[in-house]
């Protein structure tokens, strides 16, 4: 309870210094093309059940799933490249290769390879997030003392009992860690995929709205895809203060 | 009872001690000292069977020590303690790898934290606790599996002075009690005999092996017993003689 007090002063906080800049800035000339904060709010619960709401969704399920994804298969790869030399000498080389990439720039190539459906957009978003965790859990491995591992294996431990009690929480933080990363650049490669064979997405919704001159709309739309990265950083935070207590911070004793 | 015939050991390039041995007899506390690099956490390595002996052969009763054998405890340097667990998760680890059942896991573990005094830090991680603290916590754990040999590496060098003694005073009650073979890797020549029967001396090269073993025949109680100091400059004669 107090780590929620504790994020959500915070994010007052933060929300309180964006809306004042926001106000100063739609009170001067700028203000045709961005709306006051109060305005935008009001036009965002208007529109939010008949209209946002399904572009919201349709977002966040574009980013869910390649998150999801991403995680369950870059997790194994990073943990075997970590460990094994040979595994290694594969993924590392390859994950060179791509990870540099920007994947903004594959949207085209993506879009003829599989079409202007659903699928190349998870691909895309699959795609920021994959070499990001797996990266991030290699190195991780990588890093674990060799005593914790001697410590099972004196105690009679084999390799599941090595993963279960040193590798999986060594990892998780820089798992989460890495997550939260790819999660704010996935949003931005998102809404260039969204502009693109769609009519759902909040990034189709933000282009529409500016095309139509509807600026309120515009603002709301990109209202709601700041609310949505915020939505997966706190759920990301709650995720690591649950499972990685340990961590100093989120051990309430050190709180 | 331990014993360990003619080991030898290498790593690449380096070749370690040959024809090393070692005798231990149920119940009965051993020291090895030596300065760095003699080899003396190879030695470890090979007891444990974490490191495969070039030659011979290390038994416990009779049998031949395997990986992750149940009857060996060890305890690191850097005490081994996962700080990603509390205090009590590190203690069950050894009783769930055994497949104990949950009932007589919890049952055994409020036990050992009770004999060691440490049930107030039963919910604490390692990063809060002490180095005396960790040191009983990873005692604990080791003696969760109740082993027949227990194994220390330098056990008590990152812990303060006070401490140390009553680390050390507890160990030697345990261990009494117990009847639990024990060989400490130790730098610290007071450390060896105030707590071993036999104390092994091993060469400034690896090479050289066990060059004296050195019996002080008494059970000290006492630090400030001129006996005690006495043992302490004979060993430390004997170390100097073999620079």
């Known amino acids: 309870m107090r780590w929620f007090y504790c994020n959500f002063s915070k994010f007052l906080t933060g929300s ?7 106000q100063i800035i739609s009170m001067t000339g ?3 093309f961005l709306p006051s904060p109060a305005g935008v709010i009001i036009r965002l619960i208007e529109i939010f059940p008949s209209v946002l709401l399904r572009h919201t ?13 991403a995680s369950i298969l870059a997790y194994p790869a990073g943990v075997v490249s970590g460990l094994s030399r040979k595994g290694d000498f594969i993924i590392s080389p390859l994950s060179y290769l791509l990870y540099p990439v920007p994947k903004i720039a594959l949207l085209p190539l993506f879009l003829l390879l599989f079409g202007l459906g659903e699928l190349s957009r998870i691909l895309i978003v699959f795609s920021v997030i994959f070499f990001q965790v797996l990266l991030s859990v290699r190195d991780s ?4 003392e060799k005593e914790y591992f001697t410590s099972i294996s004196i105690l009679g431990g084999r390799f599941l009992h090595a993963f279960r009690y040193v590798i999986w929480p060594h990892t998780l933080p820089r798992f989460i860690s890495s997550v939260r990363i790819s999660a704010a650049t996935s949003l931005s490669v998102l809404f260039f995929a969204e502009t693109f064979g769609t009519d759902r997405g909040l990034g189709f919704f933000i282009m529409d709205s500016w095309v139509r001159v509807a600026y309120k709309d515009m603002a709301s739309g990109i209202l709601c895809i700041s609310l949505l990265g915020l939505a997966f950083f706190y759920s990301l935070d709650a995720a690591e203060k649950y499972f990685c207590p340990w961590i100093t911070g989120n051990n309430s004793e050190n709180m | 009872m331990l014993e360990a015939a003619n080991l030898s050991a290498s790593y690449p390039g380096i070749s370690l001690f040959t024809g090393l041995s070692l005798s231990l007899t149920r119940g009965e ?7 760095n690099g003699c080899g003396k956490s190879t030695l470890l390595s090979l007891l444990t069977a974490q490191k495969k002996p070039l030659a011979g052969s290390v038994r416990l009763s009779g049998r031949i020590i395997e990986k992750g054998d149940k009857r060996v405890g060890c305890i690191l340097q850097t005490y081994g303690i996962f700080p990603w667990l509390t205090v009590e998760k590190n203690i069950r680890i050894p009783l769930e790898i055994s497949g104990l059942e949950e009932k007589e896991i919890r049952k055994k573990v409020s036990g050992i934290m009770r004999d060691f005094s440490i049930n107030s830090l039963k919910e604490r991680y390692p990063s809060s606790l002490s180095g005396g603290e960790k040191q009983k916590t990873a005692l604990a754990r080791t003696m969760a599996s109740d082993p027949e ?7 008590f060098s990152a812990i303060d002075a006070l401490t140390r003694e009553e680390l050390q005073d507890f160990l030697k009650d345990l261990l009494k009690g117990k009847k639990i073979t024990t060989l400490i890797v130790t730098h610290s020549i007071d450390e060896a005999v105030y707590l071993a029967d036999t104390i092994y001396i091993m060469g400034k090269k690896p090479s050289e092996g066990f060059v004296s073993a050195y019996r002080s025949g008494q059970d000290f109680t006492d630090r400030k017993d001129p006996a005690f100091f006495s043992h302490i400059n004979n060993i430390r004669l004997i170390m100097e003689s073999t620079r």
């Open chain 1, 141 to 144: 491995v990588k890093s674990i």
């Open chain 1, 57 to 69: 969704a349709a977002s966040f399920l574009r980013t869910i799933v390649p998150v999801l994804l």
């Open chain 2, 149 to 155: 040999l227990l194994l220390m590496d330098e056990p």
């Open chain 2, 29 to 35: 506390t051993a020291a090895v000292l030596g300065p």
């Open chain 1, 30 to 32: 700028a203000g045709i």
């Open chain 1, 16 to 22: 309180l210094i964006i809306f004042f800049t926001w």
